[in-house]
T-cell receptor, first 112, second 113 residues
Framework: QQQVKQSPQSLIVQKGGISIINCAYE??????FPWYQQFPGKGPALLIA?????SEKKEGRFTISFNKSAKQFSLHIMDSQPGDSATYFC???????????FGKGTRLSVIA | DGGITQSPKYLFRKEGQNVTLSCEQN?????MYWYRQDPGQGLRLIYY???????QKGDIAEGYSVSREKKESFPLTVTSAQKNPTAFYLC????????????FGEGSRLTVL
């Protein structure tokens, strides 16, 4: 059973456009929702994260929107650049010391 | 520089052979993890360890084994019992319960011939 469902699987965006990736979860005990960015041949790295007590978090061109009632959260990349081309993973975790559960990833390509 | 070192970066093995992937961290992190990455499958948890000499199975532990004899080391053995071992393997670590961020190594790509 997939605990975090991520869509779309792949995404192509024009340079300067907005990239939007969505994730949905079922476990209401999740209380930490990060996004990781992975470039080819490298390990993922934390991009931005949110807790359910806020509905939005912004860091530069990257924004997480969180909808607790719908059990959904999304990553928005404003003014997308070719350097943003990577695979993005959403994830979630219970409070305490449990491991992160990852979505299946979205491969983003930003074309000029 | 602190970080996580995985070796080898590329590894080829014949069917029926065991292989051990190395993961070393100098971040003084308590928790360490092994994930497997396949195209379109995301990151799936194999094993994790929160303290030395203790580890737990993840979602896909069958055919794998680990040890945690030292805080900085968490090697993963892919045994001949693993039916589809060809994959990209990622090791990660986390400081502890008080820290959320997971730090990843650069991965090891295993190909079974």
């Amino acid at each position: 059973q997939q605990q975090v469902k991520q869509s779309p699987q792949s995404l192509i965006v024009q340079k300067g456009g907005i990239s939007i990736i969505n994730c949905a979860y079922e476990n209401t005990a999740f209380d930490y929702f990060p996004w990781y960015q992975q470039f080819p041949g490298k390990g993922p790295a934390l991009l931005i994260a949110i807790r359910p007590d806020v509905s939005e978090k912004k860091e530069g061109r990257f924004t997480i929107s969180f909808n607790k009632s719908a059990k959904q959260f999304s990553l928005h990349i404003m003014d997308s650049q070719p350097g943003d081309s990577a695979t993005y993973f959403c994830a979630a975790r219970n409070s305490g010391n449990t491991p992160l559960v990852f979505g299946k990833g979205t491969r983003l390509s930003v074309i000029a | 520089d602190g970080g996580i070192t995985q070796s080898p970066k590329y590894l080829f093995r014949k069917e029926g052979q065991n292989v051990t992937l190395s993961c070393e961290q100098n971040l003084n992190h308590d928790a360490m993890y092994w994930y497997r990455q396949d195209p379109g499958q995301g990151l799936r948890l194999i094993y994790y360890s929160q303290i030395v000499n203790d580890f737990q199975k993840g979602d896909i532990a069958e055919g794998y084994s680990v040890s945690r004899e030292k805080k900085e080391s968490f090697p993963l053995t892919v045994t001949s019992a693993q039916k589809n071992p060809t994959a990209f393997y990622l090791c990660a670590s986390r400081l502890g319960p008080e820290s959320e961020e997971l730090f990843f190594g650069e991965g090891s790509r295993l190909t079974v011939l």
